[in-house]
């Protein structure tokens, strides 16, 4: 079955430290894979991509395939870094390739979130 | 200013009641969909709709019901048959574009407690 795992639930660091909000997800095709954030009173909104393989906010995340990992990393954590993070897998639904291929009929399958909480 | 407005931001509710959200989202969007976060269990998927005046259930539909009578709009009943109701509700949307991969446009959320 199609899993996505953040194994913690709260990570507390502080102000400059290293940061890496771990991932881990079981899916047998080729996994599309998204980082969400959400700031305190702000809406869920998309972070990364790992198909874009950019680095937003500082933030950066590698696919290893061979892990079947998609962690989340920033080297020095900012307090305004402060947020409930998701993980989240995209895959079809339909068998029609057509749907498919369209963008049509595709799930996120998502993990339980972690909080990342960066103090001063 | 485009996006998805969800309505009300807070509601109360009596048991036995039924009560409607809102969602609205005036990007264009062909696919929306309706999520309930609760602490520790993540987002877990409602309804979603691809296209107008079709839906499907998702992954914890019973007890709810949903609309999709134009684009723009997608509401969600949570009827008295849900037998835990208080919640964070999330409404989503995204564009069906070939290729496209699936990052979801949410709206800030209604927060639903029943009394």
């Known amino acids: 079955a199609q899993r996505v795992t953040q194994p913690e639930k709260l990570l507390s660091v502080f102000k400059g430290a290293p940061v890496e909000l771990k991932c881990n997800y079981s899916y047998s095709g080729s996994p599309e894979l998204f980082w969400y954030v959400q700031y305190s009173r702000q809406r869920l909104q998309l972070l990364l991509r790992?198909?874009?393989?950019?680095s937003i906010k500082g933030f950066t995340a590698d696919l290893n395939k061979g892990e079947t990992s998609f962690h989340l990393k920033k080297p020095f954590a900012q307090e305004e870094d402060s947020a409930m993070y998701y993980c989240a897998l995209s895959r079809p639904v339909g068998a029609l390739l057509r749907q498919i291929n369209a963008g049509n009929n595709r799930k996120l399958i998502w993990g339980l979130g972690t909080s990342l909480a960066v103090n001063p | 200013d485009g996006g998805i407005t969800q309505s009300p931001k807070y509601l109360f509710r009596k048991e036995g009641q039924n009560v409607t959200l809102s969602c609205e989202q005036n990007l264009n969007h062909d696919a929306m969909y309706w999520y309930r976060q609760d602490p520790g269990q993540g987002l877990r998927l409602i309804y979603y709709?691809?296209?107008?005046?079709?839906?499907q259930k998702g992954d914890i539909a019973e007890g709810y019901s949903v609309s999709r009578e134009k684009k723009e709009s997608f509401p969600l009943t949570v009827t008295s048959a849900q037998k835990n109701p208080t919640a964070f509700y999330l409404c989503a949307s995204r564009p069906t574009l070939r290729g496209y991969t699936g990052e979801l446009f949410f709206g800030e959320g209604s927060r639903l407690t029943v009394l």
């Open positions: 709709s691809q296209i107008v005046n079709d839906f």
């Open positions: 790992h198909i874009s393989r950019e």
